[in-house]
């Protein structure tokens, strides 16, 4: 496949989200920490910026997605100030042979870094190839399995959504904490980021529920865990699961099995707001959720609608983020030398002005963010406690 030069529910429902939201934490191998890149890349002429997209498999979910991220591309193609950046697109059909192939093609065409791609299992069957290129990869994944070497990820991850949701609680004199998750790699890691940030923080996890996805499992579960979760004395439950998945029905089922809105409060480790019938759902009222800036996060769909006539896939603003990202390390090298996609430069702490806010990349690969905490109240969700605007005002 040739690549494409730009010049600038009540019962369970699966969607496009929620596969590309389950693949993005495909097992993948551990990475080490992160290098240098080996390539010398100068910004004083314009760069080759490789853009690793889920198109070609002829799936409509992934096609929509891909689309969407190159069009966030080019947003932020156009902001790019003091650089000049050749943006070329390279499908990898959303696999791990396909990252492979889009890799080796961006490398054959002169490709100086990586964008994408947007699965953990494309990005690792790219990774190898960007390594022995000497490129860096802004690999739109949340999976920190995929992360480091030369792969830095972009997608909010569990264990940053967890530590907002513990920090929100504790602020709310809450300290005592049940999971309630999904059977399953995915939600075995929310489980495990919630365990690592509640450690980290001085709190107590003191229940760990799970039950398998379907209608009938879940209502089956629900008594047993609820009357598990009023025996452990937690007095904030985080629900991991998503609105596309046994969010509401869980919450229903605990609520309905004496789990009063009185003794524990709902946290969610996805974002409801996707969603009518979970925010309108009876069980979630109260419940609040950590998401990105709604601000900012609403002024960057509408710049998008407006250019591209449709509203945006809720990942789209990854790639927005890597392509600005890039530009700005590289007008930072015009200016002050050195290389633009150096460990220092891509780890630094003020970090990167995002679509929906800062984010700054760690040296072990994976990424910060600010969030917000949006509470559940009335059928709709309102701001308990703003995302912060820079890091300085973080508890990171």
């Known amino acids: 496949m040739l690549s494409t030069r730009i010049s600038f529910g009540r019962a369970l429902r699966v ?3 929620c596969a590309a939201m389950a693949a993005l934490s495909a097992c993948a191998p551990q990475r080490s920490a992160g290098v240098d890149s080996g390539l010398a890349v100068d910004p004083n002429q314009p760069v080759k910026v490789a853009l690793l997209v889920p198109l070609g498999s002829g799936d409509p979910g992934r096609e929509r997605i891909g689309n969407s991220l190159v069009n966030a591309a080019k947003l932020a193609q156009g902001d790019v100030r003091n650089a000049t950046i050749d943006l070329v697109v390279y499908p990898d059909q959303g696999t791990a042979n396909g990252g492979a192939a889009a890799a080796q093609r961006a490398v054959a065409e002169g490709a100086q870094i990586i964008v994408g791609p947007l699965f953990s299992t494309a990005t690792a069957g790219a990774q190898p190839v960007a390594r022995q290129a000497g490129l860096t990869m802004l690999s739109f994944s949340n999976n920190t399995d ?9 997608g909010n991850t569990f264990q940053n959504t967890a530590d907002r949701l513990v920090a929100y609680a504790q602020s709310r004199g809450l300290n005592s904490f049940a999971v309630v998750y999904p059977n399953g790699l995915e939600g075995e890691m929310a489980r495990n ?20 996805l379907s209608v009938d499992s879940i209502k089956a579960a629900a008594p047993a865990i609820s009357a598990a979760l009023q025996g452990s004395g937690a007095n904030a439950v985080i629900l991991t699961d998503g609105p596309t998945g046994g969010l509401g029905l869980m919450a229903r089922g ?15 480790m996805q974002r409801w707001d996707v969603s009518a019938e979970a925010l309108a759902e009876p069980a979630l009222q109260g419940g609040a959720f950590a998401a990105p800036d709604p601000g900012l996060l609403a002024a960057f769909n ?11 896939h809720e990942l789209a603003s990854l ?8 530009g700005a390390l590289i007008a ?18 003020s970090g990167f002005a995002g679509a929906s806010g800062p984010f700054r990349f760690t040296p072990s690969g994976g990424n910060q ?9 009335g059928g709709g969700a309102s701001v308990a406690q703003p995302a912060a605007r820079t890091f300085d005002a973080t508890g990171f």
């Open 193 to 212: 980021a919630v365990a690592q940030a509640a450690q980290a923080r001085g709190a107590t996890v003191v229940a760990s529920e799970s039950y398998n």
């Open 332 to 349: 930072e090298a015009r200016a002050n030398g050195g290389s633009p996609f150096s460990t220092e430069r891509l780890t630094q702490s």
């Open 302 to 312: 509408g710049r998008y609608q407006t250019a591209f006539g449709e509203p945006p």
């Open 369 to 377: 963010r600010t969030l917000a905490i949006l509470q559940v109240q």
């Open 15 to 17: 969607g496009a989200l």
């Open 319 to 326: 790639a927005f983020d890597g392509v600005a990202a890039v």
């Open 254 to 268: 605990l609520r309905d099995n004496g789990l009063s809105y009185d003794f524990s409060q709902f946290l969610g």
């Open 146 to 154: 995929v992360a480091g070497d030369n792969v830095y990820i972009l």
